[in-house]
């Protein structure tokens, strides 16, 4: 039966609130995905929590909750901003001299007071845990948090091209440039904001080509490997 989005939010959300009240003796696990445009993120990430609620299900009413698109929602809702904030949020560092001038309009808060916020409601929901969180440097803002599992997923350039076509029914040549423009720009974000190159796989605990594993196998490995580090967790 597929998920809906909606009403795991609701659980979520509601279980988080219950649990704040109780004290943990375990940390509770997490997952970031940091990805390369077309390799298989989010249909990957929805399919580890799917096997993550059937196989870990000691987690008193919690699903796992991916943040992937919807990331950016639950920051600005976290820090009491606008809905119209998102279009200054993008996974990519604004021209400087144009964040400043909008920044002195007021506008919008400065692109860096903007990744703060992002910085903390990340860190929040990785302590919380049973999250899944997709970019946005999750990797290197909760890297001090040993609960965290981190993974990089990868593929070749053509088959990322062929999975962007297909996904937005657009050609290869428009695909081609949306996946290298993509790259581009979530390297600049976590360079300009963290000083490291997202591809440096020192920052993660598995590097996974989905160009050979395929999505289902790179989710089965995934969510084995929680499962396996998080065990007195999920047996109680």
């Keep these: 039966m597929r998920r809906s989005s909606l009403d795991i939010f609701r659980r979520y959300l509601r279980a988080q609130m219950i649990e704040e009240r109780e004290e943990f003796r375990l940390p509770r696990p997490a997952v970031t995905i940091s990805r390369e445009m077309g390799a298989g993120a989010a249909t990957i990430a929805n399919a580890v929590a799917q096997q993550l ?25 976290d ?11 993008p996974e990519d560092t604004p021209f400087p001299l144009s964040d ?25 929901l990785a302590v919380s845990g049973y999250v899944i969180l997709v970019g946005r440097g999750a990797a290197i803002i909760t890297s001090q948090l040993p609960h965290v599992l981190h993974v990089r997923l990868v593929a070749p350039f053509n088959r990322r091209v062929q999975n962007c076509a297909e996904s937005y029914n657009i050609s290869a040549k428009e695909a081609a440039h949306r996946v290298r423009e993509s ?3 979530r390297h600049r974000y976590v360079q300009t904001y963290f000083g490291v190159n997202v591809a ?37």
């Excluded at 909008?102 to 007071?113: C, I, K, Y």
Aim: glycine fraction near 6%.
């Design 183 to 185: 790259d581009e720009a």
């Design 100 to 124: 400043a001038l909008e920044s002195l309009l007021g506008l919008h808060p400065s692109s860096w007071d903007l990744r703060e916020y992002a910085d903390e409601t990340i860190r929040r």
């Design 200 to 236: 440096d796989p020192a920052h993660y605990d598995l590097v996974i080509n989905t160009g050979r594993t395929g999505n289902e196998l790179a989710a089965k490995i995934i969510a084995a490997t929680v499962i396996e580090r998080a065990r007195p967790v999920c047996v109680g």
């Design 53 to 77: 609620d059937r196989d870990c299900p000691d987690q008193g009413g919690c699903p796992w909750a991916v943040f992937d698109r919807n990331l950016v929602k639950k920051i600005l809702e």
């Design 79 to 89: 820090h009491q901003l606008s809905a119209t904030m998102e279009k200054f949020m």
